[in-house]
């Protein structure tokens, strides 16, 4: 089976930097997806890594190292409405996406 | 709008009864999942449709059960229903990798 770990919570003031790191253990890794999720809300997809190395969109960065298995979700400039769950999940060979428990990130002013 | 639709969006009802939700994938997509998230808690996936074939089965309950038709939207059929199912019972779609959550469909049961 996958099983994933990320801490369970982070509180940062507007306009910080935060990591949100993800352990993995798994057989059959394809790739790792990072999703945001707010409260009530569906997730939605923010990034994918298959590949090693640091994937850039906008304020949001997502690093891959598949030797170590381990990611990170980096957030930049956070403004309030970065405030939600953040989920890394592991893409797999048998076409499965098993997702960690979820990062709650907050955002204070 | 992730162009993923489910239907209802509310469903309340009681222990012992049976409930089918709905979902309508994106244009163009062919694969459907469906995924149960009780309160604070992760994304558990359930199963994975491609193009009408169940391809991926996860932690999915034998009193549950899924289909894809021609048309390629999903049902998902829940039966014999527990106090423990109520949750928010999502599906996506996808075509390339990254998959397209719809809104949702949040169970009570009662």
């Known amino acids: 089976g996958q099983s994933l770990e990320q801490p369970s919570e982070v509180t940062a003031v507007e306009g910080a930097i935060v990591q949100i790191n993800c352990t993995y253990q798994?057989?059959?890794?394809?790739?790792l997806s990072w999703y945001q999720q707010h409260d009530g809300g569906a997730p939605t997809f923010l990034s994918y890594?298959?590949?090693?190395g640091l994937e850039e969109t906008g304020r949001f960065s997502s690093f891959l190292s598949r030797s170590d298995s381990y990611g990170y979700l980096l957030l930049q400039e956070l403004q309030m409405k970065d405030s939600a769950s953040y989920f890394c999940a592991v893409r797999t060979a048998d076409y499965k996406l098993s997702f960690g428990a979820g990062t709650t990130v907050t955002v204070r002013a | 709008d992730s162009g993923v639709t489910q239907t209802p969006k509310h469903l309340i009802t009681a222990t012992g009864q049976r409930v089918t939700l709905r979902c309508s994938p994106r244009s163009g997509d062919l694969s459907v999942y469906w995924y149960q998230q009780s309160l604070d808690q992760g994304l558990q996936f359930l199963i994975q449709?491609?193009?009408?074939?169940?391809?991926a089965k996860g932690n999915i309950l034998e009193r549950f059960s899924a289909q894809q038709f021609p048309d390629l939207h999903s049902e998902l059929n829940l039966s014999s229903l527990e106090l423990g199912d109520s949750a928010l019972y999502f599906c996506?779609?996808?075509?390339?990798?990254?998959?397209?959550f719809g809104p949702g469909t949040r169970l009570t049961v009662t």
């Open positions: 890594n298959a590949l090693d």
């Open positions: 798994t057989s059959g890794f394809y790739g």
């Open positions: 996506a779609s996808s075509s390339s990798g990254e998959q397209y």
């Open positions: 449709y491609y193009n009408g074939e169940e391809r």
